[in-house]
């Protein structure tokens, strides 16, 4: 039965059908956080993104694409992400189990340059034979082909609305025009938001910020109007804040492999902030089953009593 908690934040979305109503329920609903309102999804892109060995050599399990869905079903998370060949090694054997997210475009680290632009990988037919819930797309605010995947997240968002699927849109700041440190700066990270929310996403994944401001434009109205930025809760908050007020699901990465105690100190400080969850990859696969399983519990129980 839908929660009070979920019937609100489905109301935010008064202009989807009832299929993809149904589809973010089915998020919202599933596993440990069901019915909270929050989320903890467990992403498994990595291979493509950095390779085999550096995404699984730590956890050699890790390369059966199988042992990414035990392993979200085990720790009861609410959703699995991944590329699609992963979801077509599992979505059989695993059907009904855990709600799926298929991610239709994805980068690769062997050629670099400043500024990204992730292939197409995967459609919305795919994300329909393979039982999943919603489609995740990745944006790079500030590379010199946001324009192009703007457009191509457009196409798709209307496309998966229509079959009745959820939206997820990776938001990740990067290009030659913005620095390193501003990739997670606060203002970058809450404009990357706002974008993704008027692109039309359900759900936005970001970085968590820093305290940096890479704008000059932007650190002058931070500094008139005193926005509270010291804190990871405060930041946290004026994220969530430019997603539409709150009424869009904003949720946080859990980034390149760090230690436990440092890991649940920044959940912590996103829970406080009035983040909606986390989307937690080599934190969790790339340690032992039950090692990982306690720490995705832990990250859970924070955003269970927030």
Known sequence: MTTKRVKEILSWYASDNPGTLTNLARLLNHGRLGGTGKLVILPVDQGFEHGPARSFAKNALGYDPRYHFELGI??????????LGFL?????????????ILK?????SLYGGDDPCPALTGGVDDALRLGCSAIGFTIYPG????????????E?????????????VWSYPRGAAISKEGETAIDVIAYAAQIAAQLGAHLIKIKPPTAHIEQDAARKVYE????????????VRHVVQSAFAGRRIVIFSGGAAQG????????????DGGGFGSIVGRNSFQRPKTEAIDLLHSIMDIYASA
């Open 74 to 83: 085990e720790a009861g998370c609410n959703g699995y992400a991944a590329p």
């Open 88 to 100: 077509e090694a599992g979505a059989a054997e695993f059907a009904g189990d855990i709600p799926l």
């Open 104 to 108: 239709l475009n994805n980068s690769d």
């Open 143 to 154: 590379s010199a082909y946001r324009n192009d995947m703007y457009g191509q997240v457009r």
């Open 156 to 168: 798709l968002c209307e496309e998966a609305k229509h079959a009745g699927l959820a939206v997820v």
């Open 224 to 235: 008139a109007e005193g926005i509270p930025i010291g804190t990871l809760a405060d930041r």
């Open 260 to 271: 436990r105690d440092g890991l649940v100190e920044e959940i912590q400080g996103i829970a």
